[in-house]
């Protein structure tokens, strides 16, 4: 079994605004979690946010499994968060979803390229099936916080507003294709996990064909208020929202 250094992990987050772990999680149990998954998503529509649509998610999804629960608990995992933060941080819960193509609408996880906020936050992604470029990988924009002046003046040039948070497609291309060099683009084995902090760029990118089904954790600072403010956010979910689900 491979072993993981923490030090390494955060080194990596604070170069790049990420780090990969390959073989993280076993393929068989990616399996016993896709399933299970899978026939949460047919048979509890209404605790499914998008059950109509082709990107379909399950907030709070430890309350479908125990080895959906040991994700979210996951000490080392936990324990990355913290030094990177430099917060009491901790999982909140975790997000499953299963996106898959229709013809003729480009379909992606997470929609447009976006930051999930200005101020640093991390998640950690489980890929639960193998993900090709036809599959629509997570990408990221290394390095893309918006204190970082990198890639100021390629955003300049093409009238891209840098420090905001969502774009549209057409305004976000021309930035991209000037600096695709720096994009990470997520193509992996199943049981791969992706940490990175969500106040970069990213975004999945457009399935194809097949499906990709993951788990992502949510980690925030610990307190009442946090787990308050979710309720309110995600109303839809598998169970209540709470740090010790």
């Known amino acids: 079994m491979r072993r993981y250094v923490k030090s390494e992990i955060v080194n990596d987050l604070r170069t790049n605004g990420f780090a990969v772990l390959d073989g993280y999680i076993s393929h068989k149990r990616c399996d016993r979690i896709r399933e299970t998954i899978e026939e949460f998503l047919r048979n509890e529509a209404a ?127 021309p930035f991209f294709e000037r600096v695709k060099k720096d994009v990470y683009l997520a193509t ?6 992706i940490v990175f902090d969500s106040s970069l760029i990213h975004a999945g990118t457009t399935i194809e064909a097949g499906q990709r089904v993951a788990m992502t954790s949510y980690y925030y600072e610990y307190s009442e208020g946090v787990e308050r403010w979710a309720g309110e956010k995600w109303t839809t979910s598998a169970g209540p929202i709470a740090f010790s689900a």
């Open 47 to 173: 605790s499914v946010v998008g059950s109509e649509e082709t990107d379909k998610r399950i907030f709070a999804a430890e309350y479908l499994s125990e080895e959906i629960r040991e994700f979210k608990k996951d000490a080392l995992l936990e324990q990355v968060a913290r030094d990177y933060t430099g917060i009491d941080t901790r999982t909140l819960m975790v997000m499953a979803n299963l996106v898959e193509p229709r013809p003729g609408v480009p379909i992606a996880s997470g929609g447009l390229p976006h930051r999930d906020s200005r101020a640093t936050q991390f998640k950690a992604m489980c890929y639960l099936t193998d993900v090709e470029p036809e599959n629509g990988p997570f990408s990221i924009l290394a390095r893309s916080s918006t204190e970082n002046e990198e890639y100021l003046a390629d955003a300049n040039a093409v009238g891209f507003d840098y420090s905001g948070k969502r774009w549209v497609t057409d305004i976000a291309d």
């Open 188 to 193: 992996a084995p199943r049981g791969t996990v």
